[in-house]
């Protein structure tokens, strides 16, 4: 039996320390910020240089150079990148690189022509801004429209017979000019961009469109879209330009319109699926308001293929 003395012992002893508590949790580390994204911009027939940011997506985009220059976004037909000329091969698409400089084209003068059609195709290549605008980013060498001296290059088409086409897509007013019957005049109002005196009598012209080239700045572009918001993303692969350049090439044939940004989504769609039939019901699914022909999806999952394999 433990004695008095030990038990008063015992109780004496010095409790255990206790542990130590547990360090604070470290908070997560911040993400990386983006630096801001700051474009410098001018007015094509000339201005002062202006700054722009904070856009995410065309119309935005088109709506701080407005205000940048203290003019209504509609005025803007379209831009070009690092040229103040109206360079088709310098139109400004689906991407800009951080370091571009990017020209507004605003409108000037109206004029109306009258055109008979007397083939089947008139000769042009429509594309558009994404913000409302068609225009016309290619005439064919001997054609009917390369014919009349009053229409070029860079050309808006405000309306098809005094009917407004304003806030049309460009295969829109493609499919409406293709229904046009043949034999029968009709007259187009167009809107041609504010030149400065040195681009005064332009007339871009020529029976190939080239692929725009690829605008980047280090290994990041700024890829804009018309109906979504701005990404910073990479620069697109060799496999990505080529099989886009042949997409593009589709487009314009089949459609009589040219869209990098188009063709590049039509890319990337293509990379999610591996027959041409999960191709055709993912494209009717992003793309549905074209409404392609199903001889038109097989030629572009081929041409698709066709780039994978020469790109290695």
Not at 297 to 310: F, K, L, P, Q
């Amino acid at each position: 039996m433990e004695s008095a003395a030990a038990q008063e012992t015992r109780g004496a002893e010095a409790p255990r320390p206790s542990a130590p508590p547990p360090s604070p949790a470290e908070p997560p580390a911040a993400p990386r910020a983006r630096p801001r994204l700051v474009f410098r911009t001018q007015l094509a027939h000339g201005s002062p240089t202006g700054k722009i940011e904070g856009f995410t997506n065309v119309r935005e985009l088109y709506a701080k150079i407005a205000e940048a220059f203290g003019i209504a976004p509609t005025e803007i037909l379209f831009c070009t990148l690092n040229s103040h000329k109206v360079d088709m091969q310098k139109l400004l698409g689906g991407q800009i690189g951080l370091e571009d400089f990017i020209f507004a084209h605003v409108r000037g003068e109206t004029k109306e022509v009258e055109v008979t059609k007397t083939e089947d195709a008139l000769g042009l290549t429509i594309t558009d801004n994404g913000a409302g605008y068609a225009f016309i980013k290619r005439i064919k060498e001997g054609s009917i429209i390369n014919r009349i001296q009053a229409v070029c290059v860079g050309d808006s088409i405000e309306a098809i017979n005094d009917h407004s086409i304003v806030g049309c897509r460009h295969y829109e007013v493609a499919k409406m000019l293709r229904e046009l019957p043949k034999s029968q005049p009709f007259t187009l109002r167009l809107v041609q961009p504010k030149r400065a005196f040195d681009m005064i009598a332009q007339r871009s012209r020529g029976s190939k469109c080239p692929m725009e080239p690829k605008v980047t700045s280090g290994r990041e572009t700024l890829r804009l879209r018309s109906g979504g918001s701005a990404s910073v993303e990479e620069v697109p692969s060799k496999f990505e330009e080529e099989a886009s350049r042949r997409v593009d090439d589709l487009l314009e044939s089949y459609m009589g319109i040219r869209d990098p940004e188009l063709a590049s989504t039509m890319v990337d769609t293509s990379k999610k699926t591996l027959s041409v039939q999960e191709f055709a019901h993912r494209l009717d699914s992003v793309l549905g308001e074209f409404a392609f022909p199903d001889e038109f999806v097989v030629e572009v999952w081929a041409a698709i293929g066709e780039a994978r394999e020469a790109c290695g």
